[in-house]
């Protein structure tokens, strides 16, 4: 009782930890300049005139509409290639598998700055800079993703997939009507980094894009701020907006999200 009591006080220190800034963050984008100087906790009124602002002044909405693309567009591919690519390395039996396994694992430990120049300059060579397609492309293949589903494919009992041959279905059957249902939690929790870490990125959509028309939020915003004097509300307001459609996506996902963490081991 009393180890359950330290745990749960503990849960809420931790909590409050992580919640404050964001709460912070949420009530300063009402405050003044001259509130959040003088480090008052709640704005005196609700002002809204720093969200005119921003959308005023600057290209958030077609930043917005950029970053919502590319990340709903990458992370539809990314499940595409993650299922088809994770049932060929988790069930289907060819001469190889094993070798390809410890090649995608290597890919994981592979950092991405290590390839970020021979990927720039193959993007060049195909034309692909400065487009949609330059950013997608790359966020659509992730190793890890595949890993995580083709283990939870090696987890659902080979039983299902041998009454569905004896019955006729072929592979691509067994795919879409046995695995994928399945694997549902883990190709959600998968849907959900595709799409948090697209949304977020600032470095490869920064290296890629040079018309401003074609910035996604963080570069954006990253770029407003720095052309003007410092308004901290302003900067408040344009992280609440690009902060906000994560806070929905793990909202709506959360316990498919913890399923999918939870489902399977990592297993040769």
Do not use: C
């Amino acid at each position: 009782m009393k180890r359950s009591k330290l745990l749960t006080i503990i849960a809420v220190i931790i909590f409050v930890i992580y919640i404050f800034p964001i709460l912070w963050m949420f009530l300063s984008a009402f405050k003044t300049d001259l509130e959040i100087i003088t480090q008052k906790f709640f704005p005196s009124h609700l002002n809204l005139e720093n969200y005119s602002y921003i959308l005023e002044q600057s290209g958030i909405l077609r930043w917005l509409f950029n970053s919502a693309f590319i990340s709903l567009t990458s992370t539809l591919g990314a499940l595409v290639v993650t299922v088809f690519a994770s049932f060929s390395l988790g069930r289907l039996k060819f001469k190889g598998n094993t070798v390809l396994f410890y090649i995608t694992l290597a890919g994981v430990m592979i950092p991405l700055q290590a390839i970020m120049i021979p990927r720039y300059l193959l993007l060049r060579d195909l034309n692909l800079l400065n487009t949609y397609w330059g950013l997608i492309i790359p966020y659509m293949v992730n190793p890890m993703f595949v890993l995580i589903v083709s283990q939870f494919f090696k987890g659902i009992p080979k039983e299902f997939e041998e009454a569905a041959r004896i019955d006729g279905a072929n592979d691509f059957f067994i795919l879409f009507r046995i695995m994928v249902p399945l694997a549902r939690p883990s190709l959600i929790a998968i849907a959900v980094f595709s799409f948090v870490s697209s949304w977020n990125d600032f470095l490869w959509p920064l290296i890629v894009m040079s018309d401003s028309s074609m910035y996604t939020l963080p570069i954006g915003l990253a770029t407003f701020y720095g052309s003007y004097s410092m308004k901290y509300g302003v900067t408040m307001a344009g992280n609440v907006i690009a902060a906000l459609p994560i806070f929905i996506f793990f909202l709506i996902f959360q316990e498919q999200l913890i399923q999918g963490l939870t489902a399977g081991g990592l297993k040769e």
